[in-house]
Nanobody
Framework: QVQLVESGGGLVQAGGSLRLSCAAS????????MGWYRQVPGKQRELVAG???????NYADSVKGRFTISSDNTNNTVYLQMNSLKPEDTAVYYC??????????????????WGQGTQVTVSS
């Protein structure tokens, strides 16, 4: 299986910055895409930013120009630099990765894994 471990959340004042990190580990063969999602109570999880193996990125309209997603393919890690944070950015942020991994019998399977989530709170 593939595990994702997130870090970097916390409490920040409006206008401040945070950097989230997500490291994937396990018998990974390749990662095709990684992304950051967020969820607030009572609402569906939404895509914040995504990056594919070729480097192309996409962002939710609400974060364009403020957030930047990047990846370290050597270490299977994805980052989310969040600047000019707003109270409405407050949410639990989840990392997602999709790709291929080997099972205990060395067969290759597709995977889609989620991190445990990290809380981001922006005070006004």
């Amino acid at each position: 299986q593939v595990q994702l471990v997130e870090s970097g959340g916390g409490l920040v004042q409006a206008g401040g910055s945070l950097r989230l990190s997500c490291a994937a580990s396990g018998s990974i063969v390749a990662i095709g895409a990684m992304g950051w999602y967020r969820q607030v109570p009572g609402k569906q999880r939404e895509l914040v930013a995504g990056i594919i193996s070729g480097g192309s990125t996409n962002y939710a309209d609400s974060v364009k120009g403020r957030f930047t997603i990047s990846s370290d393919n050597t270490n299977n890690t994805v980052y989310l630099q969040m600047n000019s944070l707003k109270p409405e950015d407050t949410a639990v942020y989840y990392c997602n990765a999709e790709g291929a991994h080997r099972d205990e019998n060395r067969y290759v399977h597709a995977f889609s894994s989620w991190g445990q989530g990290t809380q981001v709170t922006v005070s006004s």
